[in-house]
């Protein structure tokens, strides 16, 4: 069973409006870690923003902000005011448990597409 | 001052070559891993190791040897290249502090002809 669903292959959003990408989630383990990449055409892996299972605030970080819905089991990625160096491709990612493996599972991710 | 780097960034090389990437992260993390992205830009774990101990190890062909000298460094040999090892290799590190979040290397982008 998908772990990380991303269900949408490719988003488009006008300059300066807002954008949410979609992520929902699996898992039985009560402690997780929630998070968003980036990857830009030039190939690299950026951290955005990090929630943990138990904050209980949204976590937001400049522009980007995470949606967090537990029950719901979902955590959109919120980007405000979009810029044209936002067209990439956006990862959400899962780490189950907080010993042993810290293992990440990545989802298949959504190409945005920022137009001017 | 590169948090994470990676040497080769390109490394084309012949079917049946044995090959090295390494892996260097001055973030004095305790933690790092080796992932696979296909072309279909899949991002998949091969590896970890924290502390030098190997944590986790996927179903990956045993050509795949990774090599830990010390807690800054980790290394990849693959043996016997075939064309499907053909990808992007991402190398990570992580603390515990700030969940795990993990800080990726430029990749290495391999190309097995």
């Known amino acids: 069973a998908q772990k990380i669903t991303q269900t949408q292959p490719g988003m488009f959003v006008q300059e300066k409006e807002a954008v949410t990408l979609d992520c929902t989630y699996d898992?039985?383990?009560?402690?997780?870690?929630l998070f968003w990449y980036k990857q830009p055409s030039s190939g690299e892996m950026i951290f955005l923003i990090y929630?943990?299972?138990?904050?209980?605030q949204n976590a937001t970080e400049g522009r980007y902000s995470l949606n967090f819905q537990k029950a719901r089991k979902s955590a959109n990625l919120v980007i405000s005011a979009s810029q044209l160096g936002d067209s990439a491709m956006y990862f959400c990612?899962?780490?189950?448990?907080?010993?042993?493996?810290?293992?990440?599972?990545f989802g298949a991710g959504t190409r945005l597409f920022v137009k001017a | 001052d590169t948090a994470v780097s990676q040497t080769p960034k390109y490394l084309v090389t012949q079917m049946g070559n044995d090959k090295s990437i390494k892996c260097e992260q001055n973030?004095?993390?305790?933690?790092m891993y080796w992932y696979k992205q296909d072309s279909k830009k899949f991002l998949k774990i091969m590896f970890s190791y924290n502390n030098k101990e190997l944590i986790i190890n996927e179903t990956v062909p045993n050509r795949f040897s990774p090599k830990s000298p010390d807690k800054a460094h980790l290394n990849l040999h693959i043996n016997s290249l075939e064309l499907g090892d053909s990808a992007v290799y991402f190398c990570?590190?992580?603390?515990?502090?700030?969940?795990?979040?993990?800080?990726f290397g430029p990749g290495t982008r391999l190309t097995v002809l």
């Open positions: 929630q943990g299972s138990y904050d209980q």
């Open positions: 990570a590190s992580s603390q515990v502090s700030g969940g795990h979040t993990q800080y």
């Open positions: 973030l004095g993390h305790d933690t």
């Open positions: 898992t039985s383990d009560p402690s997780y870690g």
């Open positions: 990612a899962m780490r189950e448990g907080n010993t042993g493996g810290f293992k990440t599972i």
